[in-house]
């Protein structure tokens, strides 16, 4: 267990790094020098001194290696630099933008899986025909539609025409329900899919017709052996979606005027502030590698077949020494006497 956690831990903390030095290359790749250019610009008021410091805190005036490790420090310490627009250190508008997010992200996963259970449960289980197909479509249908486009619908119908939520952010859970049913759309589509799938294929294995044979019901064979059986997949899955609720609460934050990451990053963006740009990417980097991480960890536990040291299971074959072969002795069979060989009374 110990090499599997190890092997796990250093593939992390791997693409934490590939992170870094690809957000790194990326933004000194672009044409020109938003650090620069923020001194340069007259509208900012930044006196010589102020501009020195600057160019000299981000190591602007050293080589592009000496860049990369020094940022690199500065991460590894939690430093993340100053935000340009608003000369706030990078880790503390990360700070108070991230609980807004993980408030949505963490409602958004969890209707998103009641959703995907629903829909897996009634295409597998449902008792008419015309039901099970109609719950069949539904995934598809989640994935054929955008974030914003269903944002939009949701904020039209539930706010302006059934006024149930207020159309802004007043921090209200009440205002949270509208945009988290938004982006759980997000995640249930391949859920859904997927963990109908798999409950498909697990009912069709030997030992389920088995515990049929012994009179099982359906509902007791689902919470003992199917749902078991048939979450491996779904939390696999469940590691990558989180990618797509990150990505997916940027829109979902703009179209609710909410506050969080979302919002952050497209402020940084528009007003080219790099530092604050590389910090959120580097913090939702991190995050997707902890969710996966411990997706990774939770998998000898839900399926006690997979091997705990990392290693793929092998069949290993003892080679005997052969025996040496005995002499056999087969009996000869017992001889005919001929008539004339019997002794005469």
Avoid: C
């Amino acid at each position: 267990m110990r090499r599997y956690v190890a092997k796990r831990v250093a593939q992390a903390v791997l693409v934490l790094l590939s992170a870094y030095t690809v957000s790194f290359v990326l933004l000194s790749a672009l044409p020109g020098d938003a650090v620069t250019n923020r001194v340069q610009n007259p509208e900012a008021n930044i006196s010589p001194e102020g501009a020195r410091l600057l160019l000299e805190y981000y190591g602007l005036d050293r080589p592009l290696w000496e860049q990369y490790l020094h940022g690199l420090a500065g991460v590894v310490r939690g430093d993340f630099g100053y935000s340009l627009t608003t000369a706030q250190p990078v880790q503390g508008l990360l700070a108070s933008a991230l609980p807004a997010t993980l408030q949505l992200t963490s409602l958004a996963l969890v209707f998103g899986l009641v959703i995907a259970a629903v829909v897996a449960i009634a295409v597998n289980y449902a008792p008419w025909g015309w039901l099970r197909d109609l719950t069949g479509s539904v995934p598809a249908l989640f994935a054929s539609v955008p974030t914003f486009v269903a944002g939009i619908l949701t904020l039209q119908l539930v706010s302006f025409r059934l006024g149930l939520i207020p159309s802004v952010d007043d921090g209200s859970f009440r205002a949270l329900l509208a945009p988290a049913l938004t982006l759980a759309l997000v995640i249930a589509a391949p859920l859904s899919q997927v963990f109908a799938s798999s409950i498909r294929s697990t009912r069709r294995q030997p030992f389920v017709h088995v515990l049929h044979a012994k009179g099982a019901g359906e509902g007791f064979i689902f919470r003992k052996d199917v749902l078991r059986n048939s979450s491996l997949p779904v939390l696999t899955l469940l590691g990558l979606a989180f990618g797509e609720l990150v990505a997916g609460s940027v829109v979902t934050e703009s179209v609710y005027a909410r506050k969080g990451i979302g919002q952050l990053v497209v402020g940084a963006v528009n007003t080219q502030d790099l530092p604050t740009v590389q910090g959120v990417v580097l913090l939702s980097t991190f995050a997707y590698v902890v969710i996966n991480l411990v997706v990774d960890l939770a998998y000898p536990y839900v399926d006690p077949r997979i091997l705990v040291d990392g290693r793929t299971q092998r069949v290993t074959r003892v080679r005997r020494r052969p025996r040496p072969a005995r002499a056999v002795v087969v009996p000869e069979p017992a001889r005919r006497r001929l008539p004339s060989e019997v002794a005469m009374p």
